[in-house]
């Protein structure tokens, strides 16, 4: 897709002034990390990394990921089958938000937790280990760390198997029986594994989970990309050797979110010969590669040159869903997020320096 900054793109001059300006406005606006060199520490902090220029995208397909995303939140909902959310009073509510023990990514952390407490909303900060250590319940199920009773609690660490010890598994556990509310709860995170997606992509199945609503069906199944099981048994065989003979066309993936698990060409040629025979294979899926258009930004990284490069972006979109019971409080999109990186990056996310913040330019 050409871009709309042609004579920009091409004076290096000018590009280097923007460039200043921006690394300016990005930090008096607060986009900000951790250093790698400090992840604890907020003494040392640097902007975080984004496009010069913001990404067109195509505006029908900025509003068809719009339009979809609340039947993806109707969807998780049918497969998770969350609890009910329990009725809290705000005024008297405190948060407890689960934190990595190095943790860059903290400044947008702390913009919820001072938009909350302009409610009145008080948030606690605490790793696995102290809610081991001093979470309990009561006979009501109710959640109490360091004595005071939690409402909801805000997981930013356990997305990934790596950051589970025994002790973190107990944490859990302790978390998921109390009747405080989770983002998210177990059963939501587990809806989101890589296995679900396979599953959900199946003949009908999107049909079973959503009765009577062929057109949040139809939205949900436009967007799907082909996604192949790798179980053991002939189906798994089959998905395991169309990718041998045309490695460029798919990606293998783990069962797990986050970025940077992923793997391509040469090495996913040699992940899927090791795991040919073994059982390991079934903690894996295969995906059809998606292959968007290439286009020309700027990317901004600290201690990194300005330079054009061919990029592609990634569009997520924010929604929030509530539900009492049965009863539907809420169901709507809140915003949205694109992530650009050069098209040499075959993977990964922000924090691991490999995509960057950008803002899409509708075309």
Not at 43 to 52: E, G
Request: aromatic share 6%.
């Amino acid at each position: 897709m050409a871009t709309n900054w042609g004579s920009l793109l091409q004076d290096e001059q000018q590009l280097e002034e923007l460039a200043r300006q921006a690394v300016d406005r990005a930090l008096a606006e607060g986009v900000l990390l951790r250093t790698s060199q400090e992840p604890t520490s907020s003494d040392v902090v640097s902007y975080a990394p984004f496009t010069l220029f913001p990404s067109l995208v195509p505006s029908a397909l900025l509003e068809q990921a719009y339009a979809v995303q609340m039947d993806f939140n109707l969807l998780v909902d049918a497969v998770s089958q969350n609890a009910a959310f329990l009725e809290q009073t705000l005024a008297s509510a405190l948060v407890l938000l689960i934190a990595q023990e190095k943790e860059r990514n903290i400044f947008d952390q702390r913009a919820i937790e001072n938009e909350l407490l302009a409610r009145n909303i008080h948030v606690i900060r605490r790793r696995f280990e102290a809610i081991s250590e001093k979470g309990s319940l009561d006979q009501d199920r109710r959640l109490f760390v360091d004595g005071q009773e939690i409402a909801v609690v805000y997981f930013r660490d356990g997305y990934m198997p790596c950051q589970y010890s025994l002790q973190n598994w107990e944490a859990r556990l302790l978390l998921e029986r109390s009747c405080a509310v989770k983002c998210p709860d177990i059963a939501t995170q587990l809806a989101g594994t890589k296995k679900v997606q396979q599953e959900l992509s199946r003949a009908g199945m999107l049909e079973m989970l959503l009765p009577g609503q062929p057109e949040a069906v139809a939205r949900l199944r436009a967007t799907f990309a082909g996604l192949y099981s790798l179980d053991m048994g002939e189906e798994g065989d089959q998905a395991i050797a169309e990718a041998l003979a045309a490695p460029n066309r798919f990606v293998l993936k783990p069962q797990r979110e986050g970025g940077g698990n992923n793997l391509y060409d040469e090495e996913m040629v040699q992940a899927l010969k090791r795991l040919k025979d073994s059982e390991e294979r079934a903690s894996y899926i295969l995906m059809e590669k998606i292959e968007p258009e290439p286009f020309e930004n700027c990317l901004l990284r600290p201690g990194s040159p300005v330079r054009v490069v061919q990029c592609i972006s990634e569009l997520g979109i924010f929604g929030v869903y509530v539900r009492q019971g049965k009863t539907l409080v809420m169901n709507k999109h809140v915003g949205h997020l694109l992530r650009t990186k050069a098209i040499e990056h075959a993977d990964g996310g922000v924090a691991a320096g490999v995509a960057v913040l950008d803002n899409p330019y509708p075309v």
